[in-house]
């Protein structure tokens, strides 16, 4: 059994605490390698020794700081077929979809190249007579990233890139059910420069998480999770006086205007519905259509779409849509939560629940299912399904459509499919949702924007990467000087008279 391990002023380590998690082949429901869990006392030794790493980092100017980020930029690429696979095999996405997850932590890295654009101050020259101000943003220290199962590579380069080119140090603890993308990612940043210590990849589970939040040398917390988890870390890093930002679930909604283009919408909700798996944040799990006819056109070309789609393991090939979900508990819920849905009273479209596939009879497999005549009191729409099920809410006009939206208590990611500009224009403006797509499925903005919901998708200041995450990441020092050498009159300096 392969045995995983943290890593610790740039070595692998073994763990101590003889606790360790299973780490699954969810195609198979076969134990692939198990991974340390770390006890209280390896999780504040790690930190201890970030903090003494930190000192040197935090005073190395950020243009070398950069240079660190170019090198670490080209070895992904150099290593993006390793890095994609290690994320396939351990999460199950198809290997495309493994490649995007690298790819768009990647592009974080670039934009953090320009660290040292993203850490100036500001400045005022005479703010009062011959008094200038400037500010400097300066690191934190040792921060800590906690991160989900779902973008194994993604979200850890989210949390680590502007957080190490800000001049901190790190102590990253990845989801224990995919953990070794991380540690290759540290391997990386070793050989593209940065010293040992700055980053720690502590693996463990909610010991290890307590353990972050309690102790005292770790500034800021940026968590990635579910929402109860995001709720509980903020409030117990808050009460620590920590900085904390944590994201958490979603439930996407996608409006579709009875002048959209059908074709396009239901191209785009099949693949932000059914992608991974459904296993994304950012993934549209209700479709609302409005009118009848929208909606009986939408279901209509919604079915074969969902037919073609391929589910399988990475390794069955490039046609394959999706994969297995996570863990066998993941694949029990979404399950019973299709059931609840028939229950409750909800039209059943196709039926994922049987789904079958020679040779991996063990694999958590769920084929596409998708619902009709969902209303908002059944649990297939209160609950975050994380899994390959689309439901279709029907609405009688855009303002129906726009309160049901708004009125859900999440707000991570929205989208509007429409022809007509100024209903775009009014949805983005009025809804209160922190990404929003127009024409457009799933809205992840570009890494030199940043990235964010609202409600009880996020709780805490600031978004994760680009210019936000730089304010997160450093603290704001702000100088007012004067010097008595001289006096200025009439615009003019003029030195003290020497004696
Ligand atoms: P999770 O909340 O179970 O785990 C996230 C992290 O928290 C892991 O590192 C885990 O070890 C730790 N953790 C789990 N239980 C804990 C506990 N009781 N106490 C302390 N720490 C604990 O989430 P997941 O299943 O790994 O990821 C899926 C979730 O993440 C979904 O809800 C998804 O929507 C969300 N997500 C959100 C975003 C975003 O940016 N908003 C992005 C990706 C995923």
Known sequence: ?????????????????????????????????????????????????????????????????????????????????????????????????????????????????????????????????????????????????????????????????????????????PSERCPSTSLMLAELLKEAGLPDGVLQVVNGDKESVDAILDNEVIQAVGFVGSTPIAQYIYGRAATNGKRAQCFGGAKNHMIIMPDADLDKAADALVGAGFGAAGERCMAISVAVPVGKKTADALIERLVPRIEKLKVGPYTAGADVDYGPLITKQAMERVKGLITSGVDQGATLVTDGRDFRLQGYENGYFVGPTLFDNVTPEMDIYKQEIFGPVLSQVRAGSYDEALKLTMDNPYGNGTSIFTADGDTARDFASRVNVGMVGINFPIPVPLSYFSFGGWKKSAFGDLNQYGPDAFRFYTKTKTVTARWFSGIKEGGEFHFKAMD
């Open 1 to 173: 059994m392969k045995e995983l391990t943290h890593w610790i002023n740039g070595r692998h380590v073994k763990g101590t605490s003889g606790r360790f998690a299973d780490v699954m082949n969810p195609a198979t429901g076969e134990v692939q390698a198990r991974v340390p869990l770390a006890t209280v006392a390896e999780l504040d030794a790690a930190v201890a020794e970030a903090a003494k790493a930190q000192v040197a980092w935090g005073a190395t100017n950020p243009q070398r700081r950069a240079r660190v980020m170019m090198k670490f930029a080209d070895l992904i690429n150099q290593n993006m077929d390793k890095l994609a696979e290690c994320v396939s095999r351990e999460h199950g996405k198809t290997l495309p979809d493994a490649r995007g997850d690298v790819q768009r932590g990647l592009e974080v890295v670039e934009v953090c190249m320009g660290a040292p654009h993203l850490l100036k101050g500001e400045y005022i020259n005479d703010g009062g007579p011959g008094i200038d101000l400037y500010s400097m943003r300066q690191p934190l220290g040792v921060v800590a990233g906690i991160t989900p199962f779902n973008f194994p590579a993604m979200i850890p380069l989210w949390k680590m890139a502007p957080a190490l080119s800000a001049g901190n140090a790190m102590i990253l603890k």
